[in-house]
């Protein structure tokens, strides 16, 4: 049973950072990419950042290019995401999830696995 347990959420001022940590059990970490969505209220989940099995390929949205950086410790079975000069409009659960594929991909129902989401909060 892949289990995945997202943490570092919470509430920050605009301009501030953050880095949401997403720990995975349940089968080899290294073999799969990973992913961070994000989900606003009243607005569809949307894709933020990938990582291949590797870490050698990373992919952005255009919306935080620059600003976040998707990173993974294969002995660690974790994938993080820093997240740099925030903005209001980032305020979203945030969801981790890990693909059954090993090169990154954008695509939601590419995914197998979904954490149960922590929230982060950007005050202006």
């Known amino acids: 049973q892949v289990q995945l347990v997202e943490s570092g959420g919470g509430l920050v001022q605009a301009g501030g950072s953050l880095r949401l940590s997403c720990a995975a059990s349940g089968r080899t970490f290294s073999n799969y990419a990973m992913g961070w969505f994000r989900q606003a209220p009243g607005k569809e989940r949307e894709f933020v950042a990938a990582i291949s099995w590797s870490g050698g390929n990373t992919y952005y949205a255009d919306s935080v290019k620059g600003r976040f950086t998707i990173s993974r410790g294969n002995a660690k079975n974790t994938v993080y995401l820093q997240m740099n000069s925030l903005k209001p409009e980032d305020t979203a659960v945030y969801y981790c999830?890990?693909?059954?594929?090993?090169?990154?991909?954008?695509?939601?129902?590419?995914?197998?696995?979904w954490g149960q989401g922590t929230q982060v909060t950007v005050s202006s």
């Open positions: 999830a890990q693909s059954g594929r090993v090169g990154f991909t954008v695509a939601l129902n590419e995914y197998d696995y």
